[in-house]
């Protein structure tokens, strides 16, 4: 049982390059998250899903757009990177019933623009 | 809106020591609190949560309400305890959803 797992695990852009950083889950979740985290700044949500075929804002989510034509599969992209996204991404989920219910983490992407 | 602060990015305890890293949370709402902890080369992880009042690995964090403060504490910290380890505030988002927000982390390392 993977969990939650990220592909891939490090990449290097130039400014203005785009790419796809892929979150994939096996726990039947319903809720997916994507955060970056930065020096001192600890993690901060980009985008979420609280379901397959929808999408909601986090708290920065200027620069990237998501996609979750899977229930399984959370999609982040980069149109137009810039050094300001030179961070660690990681994917998050969760199950829908309840409160208090945890966020399984994957490993993360380290993703560096130039 | 909600915040969540941890003022120490670094603590540094003996073997043995007690251990206590402090949480402070701001949030109109009734809060739902986490600690999450991620070990070197490991991914992050749940810790605990404070609707359990559980244990785990000797780790205890009560919330105070009146201080707005979820401290997460530890009477004898082990060298195996050294890691990041995050507060964390649930809050509603859209519709059924919630959102973490996360403090920014303190590093613990537990000296030998």
């Known amino acids: 049982n993977a969990g939650v797992t990220q592909t891939p695990k490090f990449r290097v852009l130039k400014t203005g390059q785009s790419m796809t950083l892929l979150c994939a889950q096996d726990?039947?979740?319903?809720?997916m998250y994507w955060y970056r985290q930065d020096p001192g700044m600890g993690l901060r949500l980009i985008h979420y899903s609280v379901g397959e075929g929808t999408t909601a804002k986090g708290e920065v989510p200027d620069g990237y757009n998501v996609s979750r034509l899977k229930k399984q599969n959370f999609l982040l992209g980069l149109e137009s990177a810039a050094p300001s996204q030179t961070s660690v991404y990681f994917c998050a989920s969760s199950v829908i019933q309840g409160n208090n219910q945890p966020q399984h983490f994957g490993d993360g992407t380290r993703l560096s623009i130039l | 809106a909600q915040r969540v602060t941890q003022p120490e990015k670094l603590l540094s305890v003996f073997k043995g020591a007690p251990v206590e890293l402090k949480c402070n949370y701001s949030y109109s709402g009734s809060p739902e609190l986490f600690w999450y902890v991620q070990y070197s080369r490991q991914r992050l992880q749940l810790l605990l949560r404070h609707i359990s009042r559980e244990s785990i690995k000797g780790f205890t964090a009560d919330l105070n309400k009146g201080e707005t403060s979820f401290h997460l504490k530890k009477p004898f910290a082990q060298e195996e305890d050294s890691a990041m380890y995050y507060c964390?505030?649930?809050?509603?988002?859209?519709?059924?959803?919630?959102?973490?927000?996360f403090g920014s982390g303190t590093q613990l390392t537990v000296l030998p």
């Open positions: 964390a505030l649930s809050v509603p988002s859209s519709g059924s959803a919630r959102q973490l927000t």
């Open positions: 726990m039947n979740h319903e809720y």
